[in-house]
């Protein structure tokens, strides 16, 4: 049993550097999103962002699938990695906002 671990790995690098590209795009759409929305149209506001980041996502999805017989690496592995790599920045922005309201919350305790 011969594995090509060096066509798994630059697939899965591929698919990351792609995937990180496309989840920035993400990331900055849905930190605008915040920034601009208000109470009144919240909900609206979220919801097209929501249906614009899927479309990003479905997009990136594909272009890899309908490149899947043009690339030299496994197509499976690209997409292994394009997928970390879409969900590591929206996870981060989480992350962000929750530290930040709760180091508001401690300022306005205090």
């Not at 594995?3 to 989840?23: A, N, P, S, T």
């Amino acid at each position: 049993m011969n594995i090509d671990w060096q066509g798994i790995v630059f697939g899965l690098l591929v698919g990351f550097v792609y995937g990180i590209i496309f989840g920035i795009i993400n990331y900055k759409l849905l930190q605008n999103t915040l920034k601009k929305a208000d109470t009144q149209n919240f909900k609206r506001i979220f919801t097209r962002c929501y249906i614009i980041r899927a479309v990003i996502n479905l997009t990136a999805f594909f272009i890899v699938f309908f490149l899947r017989n043009h690339l030299p690496w496994r197509f499976e592995f690209v997409l292994l990695g394009l997928v970390v790599a879409l969900i590591l920045p929206t996870r981060f922005l989480i992350f962000n906002v929750n530290s930040h309201e709760k180091s508001n919350f401690k300022e306005d305790k205090e």
